[in-house]
Antibody, heavy 120, light 107 residues
Framework: QVTLRESGPALVKPTQTLTLTCTFS??????????VSWIRQPPGKALEWLAL???????YYSTSLRTRLIISTDTSKNQVVLTMTNMDPVDTATYYC????????????WGQGTLVTVSS | DIQMTQSPSSVSASVGDRVTITCRAS??????LAWYQQKPGKAPKFLIY???SLQSGVPSRFSGSGSGTDFTLTISSLQPEDFATYYC?????????FGGGTKVEIK
């Protein structure tokens, strides 16, 4: 069955770089159309899409965050990595990774999320 | 960017009530719209895709409609397990965007 799991630090300091890893199973990111996205949710607030990488290694980013984000994949390890630079307390959120069967398809499987707190 | 506006932001309803949530896109997105349900402390659950197609396993009391810029999610008879926050999301173009959410609360 399809599973995704996020991992990374629970606490980062302001100005530091955050690196999150999404480890997935039950599907291959090499399959035509397949995509993995990162989505975040500040406490008590709405969902915000951050970035997507597809089967062809095309990458798409949030307009407001694109200068701070890098998404990459290690297909041999079934992992997608998100790097976010210059972290700020407003970046405190639960970060999710999610799968979609194509860029225009919904997120049909989600990880459980990982809470990242930005504080000195 | 395409802005997604949901209304209302919250609604109080009783078990058995019919509840309708609206999602409006700032520009036309054809039928490239999905709906999600999120309960506290949990990841969102995908309910509806292509504006009106029910995901397998989702109860038939949930339905979606609309195209272009205006969409609705309807729960025909609210059940206790339906109290949650609902989000719309457009998949027409990048960047992908979500609505601000609608919290369905117990009256």
């Amino acid at each position: 069955q399809v599973t995704l799991r996020e991992s990374g630090p629970a606490l980062v300091k302001p100005t530091q770089t955050l690196t999150l890893t999404c480890t997935f199973s039950g599907f291959s990111l090499s399959t035509s159309g397949m995509c993995v996205s990162w989505i975040r949710q500040p406490p008590g607030k709405a969902l915000e899409w951050l970035a997507l990488i597809d089967w062809d290694d095309d990458k798409y980013y949030s307009t407001s965050l694109r200068t701070r984000l890098i998404i990459s994949t290690d297909t041999s390890k079934n992992q997608v990595v998100l790097t976010m630079t210059n972290m700020d307390p407003v970046d405190t959120a639960t970060y999710y990774c999610a799968r979609s069967r194509a860029a225009a398809q919904p997120f049909d499987y989600w990880g459980q999320g990982t809470l990242v707190t930005v504080s000195s | 960017d395409i802005q997604m506006t949901q209304s209302p932001s919250s609604v109080s309803a009783s078990v058995g009530d019919r509840v309708t949530i609206t999602c409006r896109a700032s520009q036309g997105i054809s039928s490239w719209l999905a709906w999600y349900q999120q309960k506290p402390g949990k990841a969102p659950k995908f309910l509806i895709y292509a504006a009106s197609s029910l995901q397998s396993g989702v109860p038939s009391r949930f339905s979606g409609s609309g195209s272009g810029t205006d969409f609705t999610l309807t729960i025909s008879s609210l059940q206790p397990e339906d109290f949650a926050t609902y989000y719309c999301q457009q998949a027409n173009s990048f960047p992908l965007t979500f609505g601000g959410g609608t919290k369905v609360e117990i009256k």
